[in-house]
C-alpha cells in the first residue's frame, strides 16, 4: 500500500475507533522491529492496531503475515517496556475497503 493510501486509511481507522468508544493514545510508534499503526484504549484494555487496507477485504487482510505479527508483537513490548506498562493489551486490526471499516479484535496466527 502506498503510503498516502496507508494515511488515508488510518485516518479512518483512527475515527473509526473513535466513534466507537476508543481513546487514541498514540499513532505510529516505531521501534527498531516495525511499526504500531495505532495504539488505543478502552476500558482497562490496551489495543495495539494494525491497518490494512485494500480493495477487496480478503486481500487486505492477508497481508497480515506471520512475519509481519512477529514484528508487530516485538514491537509492541519495546513500547510496552518504554511506557512502563503493565496492563491487559490484545492484538486487533482494522482492515479498510472502500465499502467498509472493520475491527478484528484479539487476532493471532
Do not use: W
Request: with cysteine; aromatic share 10%; net charge negative.
Amino acid at each position: 500500500m502506498s503510503r498516502k493510501k496507508g494515511d488515508i486509511a488510518e485516518e479512518k481507522a483512527t475515527a473509526f475507533l473513535i466513534e466507537n468508544g476508543f481513546r487514541i493514545v498514540e499513532r505510529n510508534f516505531y521501534s527498531r522491529f516495525g511499526e504500531i499503526d495505532i495504539i488505543a484504549s478502552k476500558g482497562a484494555v490496551l489495543h495495539f492496531v494494525e491497518v490494512k487496507s485494500g480493495q477487496e477485504y480478503e486481500v487486505a487482510i492477508q497481508n497480515i503475515t506471520p512475519t509481519k505479527l512477529s514484528r508487530f508483537t516485538k514491537t509492541l513490548y519495546v513500547y510496552l517496556k518504554k511506557s512502563s506498562l503493565d496492563i491487559d493489551f490484545c492484538i486487533d486490526a482494522i482492515i479498510v475497503t472502500p465499502d467498509t471499516i472493520e475491527l478484528v479484535e484479539n487476532i493471532t496466527i
